[in-house]
């Protein structure tokens, strides 16, 4: 089992900035790619940015350039540097980890539970 905890959500003004944490902890071989994600109030939950475990970065549109994605491998943690947050930034946001496991289901998905980024106007 492997157990995703995120950190450093909050309340911010608009143009402000917020970094995020999302420390992985468990029972595990590798984790291999590991991303942010946000759901806002009435909204499906979209992709942010994701990393693979060699540092490859990939990011939804509505952030490039203002959202920075990294994870420090030995640390089992990844983290989102937001910047330039907008009113429209708000949602919470989630932690997510695909890992390889030496026994099966050898790929598996887990989800943090969660945390609140709030922008105000």
């Known amino acids: 089992q492997v157990q995703l905890v995120e950190s450093g959500g909050g309340l911010v003004q608009s143009g402000g900035s917020l970094g995020l944490s999302c420390a992985a902890s468990?029972?595990?071989?590798?984790?291999?790619?590991m991303g942010w994600y946000r759901q806002g109030p009435g909204k499906p939950r979209e992709l942010v940015a994701t990393?693979?475990?060699?540092?490859?970065?990939n990011y939804a549109d509505s952030v490039k350039g203002r959202f920075t994605i990294s994870r420090d491998n030995a640390k089992n943690t990844m983290y989102l540097q937001m910047n330039n947050l907008k009113p429209e930034d708000s949602a919470v946001y989630y932690c997510?980890?695909?890992?390889?496991?030496?026994?099966?289901?050898?790929?598996?998905?887990?989800w943090g539970q969660g945390t609140q980024v709030t922008v105000t106007s």
């Open positions: 990393i693979t475990s060699t540092g490859s970065t």
């Open positions: 468990g029972s595990f071989f590798s984790i291999d790619l």
């Open positions: 997510n980890a695909i890992t390889t496991h030496l026994v099966n289901p050898r790929t598996r998905v887990y």
